[in-house]
């Protein structure tokens, strides 16, 4: 009989322990659409993923960052304290030595960048990975959650949630009957480089109702040729320089700089956006990451000028800016 009890006693704690052990960690999907299992509570994280940053800032957890790249740590204006955190590499080549002596508890990335070993690295310092994106629009929101429910701000996940959608359906309310959308061409960092099928911004051009003219090519970052552009004709040019400054200084002379070089490539006045002028600038700020339903709305007036007169991009990122991230708004980021 003494030995039964202490058989069922045993049996108790290895439940109670087992229990325990559940509530530790959370099983969330990545950006790759693996399952991983995130130990809590978590502590110290280090940021590579800028737009991943921007969420912690709207759940208020960004106190718990012990380090950023390097990029973050140069938009001192922009990320204030969190820029004098200790910089651990570039987001698509971290310094693994600096991110095991920082000891977080969590990595988080973009879903290709850096590379899969990553994760072989890290492993053997206790240190997790975790990969989101934070600027694909099919999947901003998902991410959201799961980085609220990792760090328990289910209410402020749902407050810029519930904002994102509204503006997201007030766009698509504008834009519904519009009969024929308008060519664009897209270009981003680089010059010819443009946003493909799966790219952030070509999904944010359809939400806006306009038709991507690299929207059927094969990849999602193709560099495509002077001549190409000229014979899709587009409608309406959009560039998408990364302005690291566009926050901290006045800008304005650089993207008119930008804008200038574009019309006068050679042969491109014959493409109907420039004859018209219908060439715009919008720094990266406003069209990556949680913000970017702001750029969607400026794509959506150009677009459209008619149906969207009622329409304020520039108020929209000022309040995302200053109610989301807890900034004010300043700089020059599109034009004109």
């Known amino acids: ?45 280090v940021v590579l993923n800028e737009n991943v940053l921007e969420v912690l800032r709207i759940l208020g957890a960004q106190d718990l960052v012990v380090g950023v790249s390097d990029y973050i740590a140069k938009r001192k204006q922009f990320w ?16 693994y030595e600096v991110i095991a002596s920082l000891r977080p508890d969590l990595l988080l990335c973009y879903e290709h960048s850096p590379g899969l070993d990553a994760e072989k690295k890290l492993e053997a310092f206790g240190i997790q990975v975790l990969r989101l994106n934070c600027y694909k629009l099919p999947t901003l929101t998902k991410e959201v959650r799961v980085l609220a429910a990792l760090f328990g701000r289910d209410e402020k996940a749902r407050s810029f949630i519930e904002w994102h959608g509204e503006i997201l359906s007030h766009i698509e309310r504008l834009t519904r009957d519009v009969q024929k959308p308008p060519k664009v061409y897209l270009e981003g960092y680089s010059e010819y480089k443009t946003w493909g099928p799966g ?10 109702g306009g038709e991507n003219v690299a929207s059927k090519l094969s990849i999602s970052y193709p560099v495509v040729t002077p001549e190409w552009v000229v014979s899709q004709n ?4 959009i560039k998408t320089p990364s302005l690291p400054n566009a926050y901290s200084r006045d800008e304005l002379h650089v993207l008119q700089t930008l804008r200038q070089k574009i019309m006068n490539r050679v042969g491109w006045e014959n493409i109907r956006a420039v004859r018209q002028g219908k ?17 969607i709305a400026y794509m959506a007036k150009w677009f459209f ?14 309040e995302y800016l200053e109610r989301f991230q807890g900034i004010p708004y300043r700089g020059h980021h599109v034009y004109p």
């Not at 009890?5 to 530790?24: F, H, K, P």
């Not at 790219?199 to 806006?208: E, F, L, Q, R």
């Not at 000028?305 to 000022?318: G, H, I, K, V, W």
Request: proline fraction near 7%; hydrophobic fraction near 45%.
């Open 1 to 45: 009989m003494r030995t039964l009890r202490g058989i069922v006693v045993l049996l108790l704690v290895l439940l109670a322990a087992t229990a325990g052990r559940a509530e530790d960690f959370r099983t969330v999907m990545d950006a790759r659409g693996r399952m991983v299992k995130v130990h809590l509570p978590v502590q110290r994280i």
């Open 80 to 95: 204030r304290e969190l820029a004098h955190r200790p910089a651990a590499g570039r987001w698509q080549e971290p310094n």
């Open 199 to 208: 790219s952030g911004v070509n999904d944010m051009c359809s939400a806006a």
């Open 234 to 237: 587009p409608d309406i040019i």
């Open 279 to 295: 060439v715009y600038i919008i720094a990266a700020d406003v069209c990556s990451g949680p913000g970017e339903v702001s750029g």
């Open 305 to 318: 000028p008619n149906a969207c007169q009622d329409l304020d991009p520039e108020q929209l990122y000022r």
